[in-house]
């Protein structure tokens, strides 16, 4: 079973960066297609942050054009999530979303990981 594992999460000043990793365990004989980002902030719902297509097609929420860049490494089933310019507001818990299918089938399933905390300062 494919279990996104995602690392690079911390505490950080205001106007500063971090990378986020997730990669894809046990993803060995599935195909994933879209990998991405979402966060929940305190109190609020999560939400979509980021999503990359295996070709590279990437779309962005409103909150993080021109200040996050994600990208991923297909050889690595591993996705990042550049943040730069961090504001409080960019404080959650960031969840990795992969969505991948066997090899054998169609049905496509989604997999998250656990989180990783995001708190920035001011």
């Known amino acids: 079973q494919v279990q996104p594992v995602e690392s690079g999460g911390g505490l950080v000043q205001v106007g500063g960066s971090l990378r986020l990793t997730c990669a894809a365990s046990?993803?060995?004989?599935?195909?994933?297609?879209?990998m991405g980002w979402y966060r929940q902030p305190p109190g609020k719902q999560r939400e979509l942050v980021a999503i990359?297509?295996?070709?590279?097609?990437?779309d962005y929420a409103d909150s993080a054009k021109g200040r996050f860049t994600i990208s991923r490494d297909n050889a690595k089933n591993t996705v990042y999530l550049q943040m730069n310019t961090l504001e409080p507001e960019d404080t959650a818990v960031y969840f990795c979303?992969?969505?991948?299918?066997?090899?054998?089938?169609?049905?496509?399933?989604?997999?998250w990981g656990q989180g990783t905390q995001v708190t920035v300062s001011s």
């Open positions: 990359i297509s295996s070709a590279g097609t990437t």
């Open positions: 046990g993803s060995s004989g599935n195909i994933i297609s879209i």
């Open positions: 979303q992969v969505r991948a299918r066997k090899s054998s089938e169609w049905l496509e399933r989604i997999y």
